[in-house]
């Protein structure tokens, strides 16, 4: 299968601490995806990492990125309540999604 | 800031109806996708056009879907007729290099 898949499956935590999330993927990629959605709410991009790449930031959220392991992960630091929504991850080559990782932050 | 448009929010339509749905990418994006998302799961990838051609629908139950893009701009999903288990949200993205996807608000369909 070429789509990603997130581990764990649901997560909760305090507002302040932080949330990281896994994927795994099977074939080999040129760059690898994380989204946010927000319930009943449309995907919003959130960063991209390329295979040539290790390790990427944008604010908050920091993503690495594993080639040789197929797997990447997504750690948001001092999480918000706001930060409540399911994370998905997706490779480019078929742009298929896993079940997500629901992130349940507590205020 | 440019935004994926789709029409309708929500549908409530009774089984065997055909029921239809429409999406506007961004303008200048040629790669589209519909998506088909079962509550509480991922999206399940549809259709995805390249331009007016479609690249993989692999996933798309051709006995009862179809989907357009007759000018390479906005495109329609279409289900006839619809049943119980077609009950999801539908999604559709556009892209404008195949990679970064912008994802629109969704329409909302339940069957009766």
């Known amino acids: 299968s070429q789509q990603g898949e997130e581990d764990p499956q649901a997560l909760s935590i305090q507002e302040g601490e932080n949330a990281t999330m896994n994927c795994s993927y099977k074939?080999?990629?040129?760059?690898l995806q994380w989204y946010r959605q927000n319930s009943g709410r449309g995907l919003v991009h959130l960063i991209l990492i390329r295979s040539n790449e290790r390790e990427k930031h944008s604010g908050r959220l920091r993503v690495t990125l594993d080639t040789s392991k197929k797997s990447s992960s997504l750690l948001i630091t001092a999480s918000r309540a706001a930060d409540t929504a399911s994370y998905f991850c997706?490779?480019?080559?078929?742009?298929?999604f896993g079940a997500g990782t629901r992130l349940t932050v507590k205020p | 800031e440019a935004e994926v448009a789709q029409s309708p929010r929500y549908k409530i339509t009774e089984k065997s109806q055909a029921v239809a749905f429409w999406c506007d990418p961004i303008s200048g994006h040629a790669t589209l996708y519909w998506y088909r998302q079962i509550l509480g799961q991922g999206p399940e990838l549809l259709v995805q056009?390249?331009?007016?051609?479609?690249?993989?629908d692999s996933q798309l139950p051709k006995d009862r879907f179809s989907a357009e893009r007759l000018k390479g701009v906005d495109s329609t999903l279409k289900i006839q007729p619809a049943e119980l288990g077609d009950s999801a949200m539908y999604l559709c993205a556009s892209s404008f290099a195949a990679d970064t996807q912008y994802f629109g608000p969704g329409t909302r369909l339940t069957v009766l």
């Open positions: 074939t080999s990629i040129n760059n």
């Open positions: 997706a490779t480019a080559v078929s742009m298929r």
């Open positions: 056009f390249q331009d007016e051609s479609v690249v993989d």
